[in-house]
């Protein structure tokens, strides 16, 4: 699924938000008395990303659950039309009880299919928020960098550099979380759509 391609992507890109967190803790090393304040950007930067993969573990981790679900309830979705097809070209009386029995049995199975998948959806989008509270906790780290740059003096281009870099990440970060959010958005759409032609 899309969710998973978006989430493995982003668990990439978060390597190097890991990258950020030890080039600081090396410009820490290096800056003697001072390193105290940039200890406290290294860990920072090192629970953000440990977060960023947490979380988006668990969004790749619900993605096969989506997947047979989705397999699921378009076959039985297909499989739905074509009984509703069979009736309106006519059911012979001595089969009616076993055709009406298997439709009746049908129906409820997508139904379960489809609650799965919706709470497999919600599930994500819980997810999904917890990422977007983790995305807004990356600009006050980049000001953060900015407070012990001035304080230091020190490999303030590099800390600065960081700064760009965690910018950069942030922004991708906040692309992702839409895109997948307009993923499960589509997915929502379509199980309405579904459910609207079961009535």
Same mark, same amino acid.
């Given at each position: 699924m899309s969710l998973a391609a978006e989430g493995r992507s982003l668990l990439?890109?978060?390597?190097?938000?890991?990258?950020?967190?030890?080039?600081?803790?090396?410009? @820490?090393?290096h800056t003697g008395q001072n390193g105290g304040s940039l200890e406290v950007i290294v860990a920072e930067i090192g629970r953000?990303?440990?977060? /960023?993969?947490?979380t988006l573990g668990s969004i790749v981790a619900l993605v096969p659950t989506l997947n047979e679900a989705s397999i699921s309830?378009? #076959?039985?979705? #297909?499989?739905?039309?074509?009984? @509703?097809?069979?009736?309106e070209a006519g059911i012979d009386a001595r089969n009616q009880v076993t055709y009406q029995a298997n439709f009746d049995g049908l129906c409820s199975q997508l139904e379960a299919d489809l609650a799965s998948l919706e709470n497999d959806l @919600?599930?994500?989008?819980?997810?999904?928020?917890?990422?977007?509270? /983790?995305?807004?906790? /990356?600009?006050?780290?980049?000001s953060l960098i900015r407070i012990v740059v001035a304080e230091i003096h020190l490999k303030s281009e590099e800390l600065?550099?960081?700064?760009?870099?965690?910018?950069?990440? #942030?922004?991708?970060?906040?692309g992702k979380i839409e895109r997948?959010?307009? /993923?499960?958005?589509?997915?929502q759409e379509r199980i309405g759509e579904l459910r609207?032609?079961?009535?």
């Open positions: 990439r890109e978060n390597e190097g938000m890991k990258r950020l967190g030890l080039n600081a803790q090396v410009m @820490a090393a953000l990303s440990t977060s /960023i993969r947490e309830t378009l #076959h039985r979705s #297909h499989l739905r039309t074509s009984y @509703a097809l069979g009736s @919600a599930a994500t989008g819980v997810l999904l928020c917890d990422l977007e509270r /983790i995305a807004q906790q /990356i600009p006050p780290v980049a600065l550099g960081t700064v760009a870099d965690l910018a950069l990440f #942030h922004e991708l970060l906040d997948m959010r307009e /993923i499960s958005r589509r997915a609207g032609g079961m009535a």
